[in-house]
């Protein structure tokens, strides 16, 4: 079920760049202009411009530019259709979908009884001496245990029963999120009765799911998950994300763990950038999710073969997404929630000597002695390293390799990456793409690398806000919906890599006169060597020289 173009269109139209950036940071007048520090990368002078006149923003230090649209999408991680719904609400636009309205409000009823669940559990814990005392015993403050809506099933399943009656929480609507399971008998019992509760919110904050945790030693198994439904995908979920996202953005990093407790002990020491995997693997998706917010991951995982193995998967994941990976090594036996009863200290000790991942994989090559395993290692390496988008990155990683074992760079080949890239943005709105857009993108889908070998400034282009998502979802290999690759390349447009690269070239023509409109616009002294640089390029641009960067 798709966002309506029409709806699309109106928040385009309506959405305001200043009333938007404004509600997440602050911004100073600037002549008809304002500015601030970039909330995208690190600076000490503001260089993040937002012209209300334009409807447009631009930072001419990292140089992300776009709407209001672009900036809900990258400051928190969300995909377009999310950021069309979020400006909608804003604005009071009536969200209209080209789907069954139906389903949509089948979907809302679930996250309304997600939510009622999650007060009825923590008002539970409230009044459960057992589950203070385990709490306590394992040292979560109470504050915390607010703070991320920890809760408590009873074990008298009257109590739920009686809850969902006065709410009007139908059985099957319990069934549904997966709190609920039937017996033989047609009993409807909640399936974490007995146990400590972790409501899961995805990255918009709506709670999606439930982990419980037994209380006594005896009650197997000790953890129990909420089955998939149609509201969670636990490969498109980590816990702790939604309340974590601020301390990401601003740090740039996450530490990456496995368990419930362990996020919430290292966020309660005072480590907020934390995520968990809640036992599952880590999929292409999280990485997906993570990219937009962090340059580096350290993996806290379990030092048994499991928790190697999925430290593996991941930086196989996070690589692939040119996030930097770091392994902390904790001692054995530990865990994070371990290490975070020794306090803030003993964790930054940690995270401190943490080691790139491939470095150590080097360290590990040169010390092992016995020849199979030592190619075994190797073999891992050059498999992290073909993941690896940046060519040259791969060739610097490659030659370091040839240098630590002696062995020539001919025989160290790469093997084709395997991973796949998915998002989740919608991005099937072609019938708002011109026709010198359609052409572009054909080329682009068909002649890729002919293409890209003639013109490379993708990023600095102006082109329709459907146009932009749709080459960011091609350059990034990421999977277009079937019904937009087929209407693209079923368009009339002849596949013609000279006519597209001339097309571009226009198009990088209109971005820079854009950029010189919008930069003596500032009511501030001129850089002169930004305008000499601009000039430059214009000129190279005109007079048909390269376009390359």
């Known amino acids: 079920m798709a966002i309506s173009p029409d709806t699309i269109e109106e928040v385009r139209r309506t959405a305001n760049v200043y009333d938007v950036i404004s509600e997440y940071i602050n911004l100073e007048k600037a002549g008809s202009n304002y500015k601030a520090l970039c909330p995208f990368h690190s600076e000490k002078t503001p260089s993040f411009i937002v012209s209300p006149q334009k409807n447009i923003f631009k930072c001419f230090g990292c140089g992300k530019s776009g709407t209001a649209l672009s900036f809900l999408m990258d400051y ?91 709410e009007g929480i139908q059985p099957d609507q319990l069934k549904e999120v997966g709190i609920a399971s039937e017996k033989e008998d047609g009993t409807i019992v909640d399936r974490f009765r007995g146990r400590l509760i972790f409501p899961i919110r995805d990255h918009r904050g709506r709670v999606v799911a439930f982990g419980g945790r037994s209380l006594k030693e005896n009650h197997q198994p000790k953890y129990i998950n909420s089955p998939e439904t149609e509201i969670y995908s636990k490969g498109k979920v980590l816990y702790g994300f939604f309340e974590s996202r601020d301390y990401l953005r601003e740090k740039k990093w996450v530490i990456i763990v496995e368990g419930y407790l362990d996020l919430i002990s290292l966020y309660q020491t005072g480590i907020k950038n934390v995520i968990a995997t809640l036992g599952t693997a880590f999929t292409e998706y999280h990485g997906d999710l993570l990219k937009k917010f962090v340059k580096k991951a350290v993996l806290m995982f379990d030092s048994d073969k499991a928790g190697k193995k999925a430290a593996i998967r991941a930086s196989k994941i996070l690589l692939s997404r040119n996030i930097d990976v770091y392994y902390a090594f904790i001692e054995e036996g530990k865990d994070p929630d371990d290490l975070a009863k020794l306090g803030y200290k003993a964790v930054e000790r940690t ?98 690398d002919e293409l890209l070998s003639r013109f490379n400034r993708f990023d600095k282009i102006e082109g329709s806000g459907n146009f932009e998502i ?22 009339e447009e002849i596949v013609d890599v000279d006519a597209a690269v001339y097309a571009l070239e226009r198009k990088y023509r209109a971005w820079l006169k854009k950029e010189n409109e919008l930069y003596l616009s500032i009511d501030s002294d001129p850089d002169e060597e930004f305008l000499r640089n601009l000039q430059e390029e214009v000129k190279k641009t005109i007079l048909g020289g390269s376009v390359k960067k």
């Open 76 to 166: 928190e991680g969300i995909s377009f259709s999310e950021a069309v719904i979020k400006l909608a609400q804003k604005y009071n636009i009536p969200v209209k979908y080209t789907g069954s309205e139906k389903n949509l409000e089948h979907l809302k009823g679930l996250f309304s009884v997600t939510e009622k669940i999650t007060k009825f559990y923590k008002d539970q814990l409230k009044t459960s001496k057992d589950v203070k005392d385990y709490l306590k015993k394992r040292e979560i403050l109470s504050s915390t245990a607010d703070h991320f809506d920890l809760g408590y099933s009873p074990e008298n399943p009257q109590l739920i029963i009686e809850f969902c009656k006065k």
């Open 470 to 491: 749709l080459v960011r979802a091609i350059l990034n290999n990421e999977d277009l919906e079937e019904e937009v690759l087929e209407e693209i390349l079923q368009s």
């Open 351 to 448: 995270l401190k000597k943490a080691e790139n991942f491939l470095d150590f994989l080097l360290k590990k090559i040169k010390d092992e002695k016995e020849l199979k395993k030592k190619g075994e290692i190797i073999d891992l390496y050059l498999d992290m390293v073909s993941v690896i988008p940046e060519k040259t990155k791969q060739g610097l990683l490659i030659k370091k390799l040839s240098e630590e074992t002696g062995l020539q760079e001919s025989y160290l080949e790469l093997k084709k990456s395997t991973l796949t890239y998915k998002t989740e943005e919608e991005t099937k709105f072609t019938d708002y793409l011109s026709k010198t857009e359609k052409l572009i993108l054909k080329t682009l889908i068909m002649k890729k």
